[in-house]
């Protein structure tokens, strides 16, 4: 199906240290690109996003990153916490409304 | 809380039977999308719905359909269940089209036995 391709499908992290996730996007028109962290059993839940026209956002604890020469989004995520154990998406949207999902990185975190 | 509504949160049913799924975005949004999640899998874009008239598509199966009302919810139908589309269904809202987050919700998760 359509999906935009992520590096790792899973990251362990040592609680307090930064985490930085990684995301390959297909389409070179995607002009918007969102960030979303799933906990179990539950829906999606917007991170932070950014446009093509910016190459840097960052929010509270959170950093995106992105490269369009080659096509790269990362998702940096300072100083982690055991709350932040999830799965994170990476999503782009190529134009005629489509929101268009990653297979998404499972973060772990270690005490 | 997203403001999105899904109902029911749990549906197990019978291979071969049709079921419907409920989804309420937020007030005012005109955008819905739904997507199914199966086991520890990404999430596969369906259908997008907006003010009422199909938006966009993917990969769809021809058992499967949608609508969206003139209140704006939507609903996702699902026929002649097969044991491989259990899974989790998600609805999100959104404002408006390109460039702004969807919001989603809890989901359904279907069981088909």
């Known amino acids: 199906g359509e999906s935009v391709g992520l590096h790792l499908p899973t990251l362990s992290v040592q609680e307090g240290d930064n985490s930085i996730i990684n995301c390959a996007y297909s389409n070179s028109a995607s002009d918007y690109f969102i960030w979303y962290k799933q906990e179990s059993g539950k829906g999606p839940q917007f991170i932070i996003d950014?446009?093509?026209?910016?190459d840097k956002r960052q929010g509270q604890r959170v950093t995106v990153l992105l490269n369009k020469t080659v096509k790269h989004l990362s998702l940096q995520i300072a100083a982690t916490q055991p709350g932040d154990s999830a799965v994170y998406f990476c999503a782009e949207n190529p134009g005629a409304s489509k929101i268009i999902f990653g297979s998404g990185t499972r973060l772990s975190i270690r005490p | 809380d997203s403001g999105v509504t899904q109902t029911p949160k749990h549906l197990i049913t019978a291979t071969g039977q049709r079921v419907t799924l409920r989804c309420s975005p937020r007030s005012g949004d005109l955008s819905v999308y739904w997507y199914q999640q199966s086991l520890d899998q990404g999430l596969q874009f369906l259908i997008q719905?907006?003010?009422?008239?199909?938006?966009a598509k993917g990969n769809i199966l021809e058992r499967f359909s949608a609508q969206q009302f003139p209140d704006l919810h939507s609903e996702l139908n699902l026929s002649s269940l097969e044991l491989g589309d259990s899974a989790l269904y998600f609805c999100?809202?959104?404002?408006?089209?390109?460039?702004?987050?969807?919001?989603f919700g809890q989901g359904t998760r279907l069981t088909v036995v």
């Open positions: 999100a809202s959104r404002a408006g089209g390109d460039g702004t987050e969807a919001f």
């Open positions: 719905y907006y003010n009422g008239e199909e938006r």
């Open positions: 950014i446009r093509s026209n910016m």
